[in-house]
């Protein structure tokens, strides 16, 4: 069955620190995968899709069939990083996201 | 203007009831979804309709019932709800026409069922 798995549930970093957050797929097809961000309180924003190969924020994101991995890394955190992240996959008409990884940077 | 606008932002009621929630979006979309994200933050997919014709529904209870009536909007109406309906309710839109294409969210319907 298709899925997305973020295996960690909190990640938590100092300023000035690199992060990584950690997204698998399983998907037999050519994926579609994206990075969701939700700041507290907020609705869910695009933040990286993986057509783009794009940096937003000091994000980026590298797609890695052989790993089935999608992981998103910032070399210095901000602590206006802090927020929920959502790996998802795309498919068919279908959209799924994995459980979701709270950031919290730390001064 | 909102891309996706759902109304109410909040919602308190009691158990038994039936309650509707209403989705909007202007971007001229063809698809829409419903996600129910619940208390820890778990974004699981609900529906999904593309052209006003209902292509996804992910095992929800048929109290939960979806209607589009028109592609621009997808209204969820919920009948006898119960304790464990209470969530955060995320409407999407999307436009499924070409590959990679991001989705919209509307602002949440938080739902606390007493």
């Known amino acids: 069955a298709q899925r997305v798995t973020q295996p960690e549930k909190l990640l938590s970093v100092f300023k000035g620190a690199p992060v990584e957050l950690k997204c698998n797929y399983s998907?037999?097809?050519?994926?579609?995968l994206f990075w969701y961000v939700q700041y507290s309180r907020q609705r869910l924003q695009l933040l990286l899709r993986?057509?783009s190969r794009e940096s937003i924020k000091g994000f980026t994101a590298d797609l890695n069939k052989g790993e089935t991995s999608f992981h998103l890394k910032k070399p210095f955190a901000q602590e206006e990083d802090s927020a929920m992240y959502y790996c998802?996959?795309?498919?068919?008409?279908?959209?799924?996201f994995g459980a979701g990884t709270i950031l919290r940077v730390k001064s | 203007d909102t891309a996706v606008s759902q109304t109410p932002k909040y919602l308190v009621t009691q158990m038994g009831n039936d309650k509707s929630i209403k989705c909007e979006q202007n971007?001229?979309?063809?698809?829409m979804y419903w996600y129910k994200q619940d208390s820890k933050k778990f974004l699981k997919i609900m529906f999904s309709?593309?052209?006003?014709?209902?292509?996804i529904n992910e095992t929800v209870p048929n109290r939960f019932s979806p209607k589009s009536p028109d592609k621009a909007h997808l209204n969820l109406h919920i009948n006898s709800l119960e304790l464990g309906d209470s969530a955060v309710y995320f409407c999407?839109?999307?436009?499924?026409?070409?590959?990679?294409?991001?989705?919209?969210f509307g602002q949440g319907t938080r739902l606390t069922v007493v």
């Open positions: 998907y037999s097809g050519s994926p579609e």
């Open positions: 309709y593309n052209n006003k014709e209902l292509i």
């Open positions: 993986h057509i």
């Open positions: 998802a996959l795309g498919y068919g008409n279908k959209l799924v």
């Open positions: 971007l001229g979309h063809d698809t």
């Open positions: 999407a839109s999307r436009l499924r026409g070409g590959m990679n294409t991001e989705a919209f």
